[in-house]
Each structure stands twice: as structure tokens, then as C-alpha cells.
């Protein structure tokens, strides 16, 4: 049973660009969702997170957004630079915090084009 | 960001043999450790939780005989597989728990021949 679910493994965008990456969740009890960004053979790095008492949290580049009646969150690079070529990863735990037990999503891979 | 360093950072064993691996958070005190496991182009999944200095909680379907956790001190866990097959060849990563987020180890390659 998928309850972190990343329906796109892959997408492609060009420089300068806003690259939207998704995530749908099922279980009712996620309150605190992660992304991450992942090189092969090494460990994720975490980005940014939101809890969900909130619909969006913005860092830099980056944006998240929460849409909790759809189960649904996006994660917004503006603009895509080539080093954000990687595999994305959301997560989710529930108890508030990310210092407990993540379930994380298949991961979608990001190309961008120079 | 704080620093998790795993060894080693990729091993190559006989089947039946075990292997050990060590996950250390470098500039912090980790009281929770988790070890997770990753497949070819899947998602990370859960296999245990670590505390130091006590049993480690392992999630549904991961045996714990033969997936072995030690949680010695604040700043080392250990993952030993024990007599390791071919099916047992995946990339394991290990998290520390610090005071904002969880901190990933770079990750474990290991290959059972």
C-alpha cells in the first residue's frame, strides 16, 4: 500500500524555467511533508518542508505547497537552474515533526536543460 | 547541516557471510537513528527505528535476525546483515534524528555475490 505517492517519475524542463513536482498522499494522519533531493549513491538532502497547519512555504527557489482537502503537494523550483537535475523525493510522517518515522514517495526524476 | 557519515560506502560479500555497517552522526547527538533500505529506481522504505539504549522498533516484514541493530551511543548505530544473500544486495541508507530534521547518511552499497 503506496501512501506517499509520486505519480510522475520523471519531467523535464528547460533553464530559467519553473519546474513543478507532485505528490499525493492517503493517509489522514500525515501532518508534516518533506522534500528532498537525491544524487545517485548518496543519502537525500533535505529542501523544504510544511507542516499542516499551513498551505505553502516558500525558500529561495523554492516552493511548497499543501492542499490537505485534495491530499495533495507540489513542490515549485523558479527559476530551474541545470544543478537541480536530480531525483526529488516527497515524504510525509505524522506526529508533527520530521523526527519520526518518514514514509517517502517513488521519487521523480528532474532533467534540466541548459 | 549536520553531518551523518556512513562506513562503509560500498562492500562486496560472499553469500552467507555478514556484513556490518556503521552510521555516526559527526556533530551531534543522535537518541534516534533510522535505517532504510533502497531498491533500483524505488522509494526509500523504512526498516527500523534505532534508539540508543534500547531495542530498535522494526517495521512490518523486515526480520530482525537477520537484519541486526545496535544503537551503542548518542552518535553510532549499527546495521549488521547477517548471513547475506544475493536478495539482500540493495543501497542502505542511514537518518539521524537532530533538532529540526532527520540528517541521511550517503548511503551503503552493498552487493552479495
Known amino acids: 500500500d503506496q501512501q506517499v505517492k509520486q505519480n510522475s517519475p520523471s519531467l523535464s524542463v528547460q533553464e530559467g524555467r519553473i519546474s513543478i513536482l507532485n505528490c499525493d498522499y492517503t493517509?489522514?494522519?500525515?501532518?508534516?511533508f518533506l522534500w528532498y533531493k537525491k544524487y545517485p549513491a548518496e543519502g537525500p538532502t533535505f529542501l523544504i518542508s510544511i507542516s499542516s497547519i499551513k498551505d505553502k512555504n516558500e525558500d529561495g527557489r523554492f516552493t511548497v505547497f499543501l492542499n490537505k482537502s485534495a491530499k495533495h503537494l507540489s513542490l515549485h523550483i523558479v527559476p530551474s537552474q541545470p544543478g537541480d537535475s536530480a531525483v526529488y523525493f516527497c515524504?510525509?510522517?505524522?506526529?508533527?515533526?520530521?523526527?519520526?518515522?518518514?514514509?517517502f514517495g517513488q521519487g521523480t526524476i528532474l532533467t534540466v536543460h541548459p | 547541516g549536520a553531518v551523518v557519515s556512513q562506513h562503509p560506502s560500498r562492500v562486496i560479500c560472499k553469500s552467507g557471510t555478514s556484513v556490518k555497517i556503521e552510521c555516526r552522526s559527526l556533530d551531534f547527538q543522535a537518541t534516534t537513528m533510522f535505517w532504510y533500505r533502497q531498491f533500483p529506481k524505488k522509494s526509500l522504505m523504512l526498516m527500523a527505528t534505532s534508539n540508543e539504549g534500547s531495542k530498535a522498533t522494526y517495521e512490518q516484514g523486515v526480520e530482525k535476525d537477520k537484519f541486526l541493530i545496535n544503537h551503542a551511543s548518542l552518535t553510532l548505530s549499527t546495521l549488521t546483515v547477517t548471513s547475506a544473500h544475493p536478495e539482500d544486495s540493495s543501497f542502505y541508507i542511514c537518518?539521524?534524528?537532530?533538532?529540526?530534521?532527520?540528517?541521511f547518511g550517503p548511503g551503503t552499497r552493498l552487493l552479495v555475490l
Open positions: 493517509n489522514s494522519m500525515f501532518d508534516y
Open positions: 515524504a510525509a510522517s505524522a506526529g508533527g515533526t520530521s523526527y519520526g518515522k518518514l514514509t
Open positions: 537518518s539521524a534524528a537532530g533538532e529540526e530534521t532527520q540528517y
